[in-house]
């Protein structure tokens, strides 16, 4: 063998050994994170940094204006906004009174299937189906379903001889219209994960209050719900973060209106942004309510105990 080939032959070994070394089950590890680092930097961590630097530019593509440093002008002219504080009005409106009727409804139909039921299975199946759906379907459907003249929901009121409801087209009965419909879809997940909570919960406290003569009012306060509360305040800090950012649903049963009574916030960052053109700003509304949705989220943690005693 000539001292070339030799030498090629050795390199290669070299080369090999090292890519054994380097992919060897001591770093195996670390290179099965890498899609994911990868995918957060690139979907999560690069456009969270780049919107923050762009929230401090004047960026007015429709007016083809240069681009220039604008400093804190545009939380300036954000804080003095009124329809930004409205639109955010409508997002906690919206926030509270879907997760609280979910919860209400979800935690009911959990303990009801928590039992040893015909058709247990089936039922839950048939539940579960909301969730499956696409928010932009369901927005459709509840759109047909709440037509002033067409709509199932009028004609059934029309058949009991009840008023008619303008569902969508009144400012009063807008917004709850919308959160009845998140209320349909998103129950289900509610239920889910309190129903397994239940199912998970020791049964030992139960049979010795059932011996002390507890009644089922007594198990519910004293046991039920102590035991299940910190899965209770995930399943709201979950529907939380969720339901701020809402914004298919409306988009397609009212586009915001009548006037602005169902605009939410991210909806107005989004008309902002990719109808006025305005970047600048509408990268500062994205990270003002990114602020305010934190500070909530903060207080919520404080206000609900994640734990709370059995006596």
């Excluded at 220039?68 to 504080?85: H, I, M, T």
């Excluded at 008619?164 to 009144?170: A, E, K, R």
């Excluded at 991210?266 to 990270?287: E, P």
């Amino acid at each position: 063998m000539s001292s070339s080939a030799l030498q090629m032959r050795t390199a290669w070994s070299r080369v090999i050994a090292w890519l054994g070394r380097v992919f060897s089950d001591r770093y195996a590890k670390y290179y099965m994170v890498v899609p994911t680092v990868l995918y957060l930097l690139l979907i999560g961590i690069f456009p969270l940094i780049f919107s923050f630097g762009l929230s401090f530019l004047h960026w007015d593509v429709a007016a083809q204006r240069p681009l220039s440093f604008a400093g804190l002008a545009n939380y300036a002219e954000l804080v003095g906004d009124d329809r930004f504080w409205r639109t955010f009005a409508n997002t906690i409106i919206f926030v509270t009174g879907a997760i609280t009727l979910e919860v209400i409804f979800g935690f009911g139909l959990a303990l009801l299937l928590n039992r040893d039921i015909r058709g247990q299975g089936i039922f839950r199946v048939l539940l579960m189906l909301p969730m499956m759906a696409t928010p932009v379907a369901v927005g459709y459907t509840w759109r047909m379903l709440y037509h002033v003249t067409n709509g199932p929901i009028n004609h059934i009121l029309r058949a009991l001889h009840l008023p008619v409801g303008t569902w969508l087209s009144s400012g009063k009965t807008s917004l709850l219209s919308v959160i009845i419909t998140d209320v349909w879809q998103w129950t289900p997940f509610v239920f889910i994960i309190l129903l397994a909570g239940l199912q998970s919960l020791p049964r030992e406290p139960f049979e010795a209050a059932a011996v002390d003569g507890a009644s089922r009012l007594q198990s519910f306060i004293y046991l039920t719900l102590p035991m299940i509360w910190p899965i209770l305040v995930i399943v709201i800090l979950l529907r939380m973060v969720e339901a701020i950012k809402i914004f298919d649903i409306i988009f397609v049963m009212t586009a915001g209106g009548p006037g602005i009574s169902t605009e939410s916030s991210t909806m107005y960052a989004k008309l902002v942004s990719l109808t006025q053109f305005r970047l600048g700003y509408g990268a500062a509304i994205a990270y003002l309510l990114l602020v305010l949705s934190a500070i909530v989220f903060i207080i919520l943690t404080r206000v609900l105990p994640t734990e709370v005693g059995i006596e």
